[in-house]
């Protein structure tokens, strides 16, 4: 089933970056209210803005699970910018599958996470609404 | 009308596509069907969209992950994208299906209502409503204590602007709801500077549409109206759909009315959450078939085009008002000018009470409506029980009119009337 390719198979078992940071500067919990999984990031900021330490925690499919771990790895060291500028077809692309689109909600958790955390839910509809359509 | 016209819009092909137009009212009289205001015929897309549905992908929509599931969301979800474009609504969120018009405003006066109005305000609705535009605030009134005031209607069948003018004016006007088309005079109200002055006034605007959106383009951000609500059934959908559309802003403040599965985030038994919009809105399993099939309408619609399925109804009802003065003892009430009126003409006729007229009607194949028509206040204001209402739609054709008048004069016939 190509759904469950190789890669999304090994960050959903080996999940990279999970757990909590604490102190963090970003604490937020996403949740897809289609199938009720949640996702919670931490995020904790060096003193030029670059995510220095990051952690998350959550209960959920494979997709939401890997896209997480994936995401994580990608924007650890990064700048907040560099972050927020992840676009939904950059996890397509690190998950490599086509998704349908009651399970887009399950990839984009994550992402949702992020942005929301970082700079609240208007934000999130503003830059990414279509992409949850 | 002219040849030009019926040449340029084809309604014998237009006709062949609705089954129902083409059998027998009665056994060798065919159906005339002029009872449009109340529910339009369907085409046969729609028909076929809804049989696909149930046969082919039939599945509960947004938790599926099985292919039917996927595909039954897909196309109720791409339904939503349908009507947002349709209205010009500026997102898909703003899109909330509902069972009808009656339940979108009862959805704003539930919801909006209900958290905002409180004793000293005022919600200005208007004389022509429908039940439904009166009946929910009515409701609510009770349980609030707010004041409900009414515009009245002119001479003319149209708002009275003064008096419009006069109640916003003394101020405490929280929501203006009126009707964009009257279901029994035509009337089709100056929504544009209705909602402008609404808001001059500090009030939000509701629209009921159910009348005007099968019949002309509609674009809710150009009428800058706040809510807008009307129903499938009336413009070749399906019954049980409708259409609430809502600023998002307002929608995002607004609490939800029903409760229950798919307009939750989360749910524990000490409290839940809410999920976005437009989910918030649509408790339970929704009307999946119907917003398909609206979908399928509104495509059926932009076919024609709305500008030329208007164009055509204007003739239609300037030929029939010209037609109907001709018959002695018929008087027809709302607006005298057919640009000023959608395809609605209620009349009534000297000596005959209005249910004998559509029984002789409908005894020669026509339909059409006789009572109050929903707007009881509306009847009381012009002095009358009852009339009967002719309305058209995209299908209908001016030899139908001329049955209607030649109709009329059968019932005068069969009451021993002259002339």
Redesign the interface.
């Known amino acids: 089933m190509d759904m469950y390719r190789e890669n999304i198979l090994d960050h959903a078992q080996h999940q990279r970056n999970k757990g909590i940071v604490e102190p963090a500067d970003v604490d937020y919990e996403a949740e897809n209210a289609l199938c009720g999984d949640r996702l919670r990031l931490t995020l904790r900021l060096d003193a030029s803005g670059r995510i220095e330490a990051l952690g998350w925690q959550g209960a959920g499919c494979a997709i939401s699970q890997a896209s997480a771990s994936m995401l994580g790895e990608a924007i650890l060291g990064k700048t907040v910018d560099e972050a927020l500028a992840v676009t939904r077809q950059d996890i397509l692309d690190m998950l490599g599958i086509p998704l349908t689109m009651n399970r887009l909600k399950c990839a984009l958790l994550s992402l949702k996470a992020l942005n929301v955390g970082l700079r609240g839910v208007d934000y999130w509809q503003q830059a990414h609404e279509h992409d949850e359509d | 009308m002219s040849d030009t016209q019926t040449q340029a819009y084809p309604v014998d092909r237009i006709r062949a596509d609705f089954p129902i137009l083409a059998q027998d009212h009665h056994h060798g009289t065919p159906l005339i069907y002029l009872d449009n205001a109340a529910s339009s015929q369907k085409p046969l897309t729609v028909i076929e969209a809804l049989d696909d549905y149930y046969r082919r992908y039939n599945a509960n929509v947004?938790?599926?992950?099985h292919k039917l599931?996927?595909e039954a969301?897909?196309a109720y979800?791409k339904a939503r994208i349908t009507v947002k474009t349709f209205i010009n609504a500026a997102?898909?969120?703003e899109i909330i299906f509902t069972r009808g018009t009656t339940e979108g405003i009862n959805l704003v006066a539930q919801t909006w209502g209900r958290a905002n109005l409180q004793p000293g305000d005022v919600v200005v609705a208007s004389v022509m409503e429908h039940h439904s535009n009166i009946v929910p605030w009515q409701i609510l009134a009770q349980e609030k204590g707010f004041s409900l005031r009414f515009v009245p209607v002119t001479g003319d069948g149209q708002l009275d602007p003064d008096a419009y003018r006069r109640l916003l004016d003394a101020g405490d006007v929280k929501l203006v709801t009126l009707m964009h088309t009257s279901n029994v005079l035509g009337t089709i109200n100056p929504v544009t500077e209705l909602a402008q002055m609404a808001h001059e006034a500090g009030a939000l605007i509701l629209i009921d549409g159910a009348q005007s959106v099968p019949h002309m383009p509609i674009d809710v951000q150009a009428l800058d109206v706040d809510f807008f609500a009307f129903s499938g059934h009336k413009m070749c959908g399906p019954t049980g759909i409708g259409v609430l559309y809502g600023k998002r802003h307002l929608l995002d403040a607004m609490p939800p009315w029903m409760g229950g599965g798919d307009m939750?985030?989360?749910v524990t038994l000490e409290g839940s959450?809410w999920?976005?919009l437009p989910?918030k809105f649509e408790a339970g399993t929704p009307i999946i078939a119907g917003a398909i099939g609206l979908g399928c309408a509104i495509d059926y619609l932009t076919s024609l085009g709305m500008e030329a399925i208007h164009a055509h109804e204007q003739a239609l009802i300037q030929y029939a008002l010209e037609r109907l003065s001709e018959v002695p003892g018929v008087t027809v009430y709302g607006p005298a000018d057919a640009a000023y009126k959608g395809a609605v003409a209620a009349f009534t006729l000297d000596g005959v009470h209005a249910h004998d007229v559509a029984q002789i009607l409908d005894s020669q194949g026509i339909a059409v409506r006789a009572g109050h028509h929903c707007a009881m206040p509306l009847h009381d204001d012009l002095g009358l029980n009852a009339t009967a209402r002719a309305s058209f739609y995209l299908y209908n054709t001016v030899s139908e009119v001329d049955a209607l008048i030649d109709g009329l004069y059968a019932v005068k016939r069969a009451f021993g009337l002259s002339g």
Do not use: F, L, Q, V
């Not at chain 2, 947004?62 to 992950?65: A, E, F, V």
């Open positions: 947004h938790r599926g992950i599931s996927e969301t897909a979800e997102s898909k969120r939750i985030a989360r959450t999920n976005d989910y």
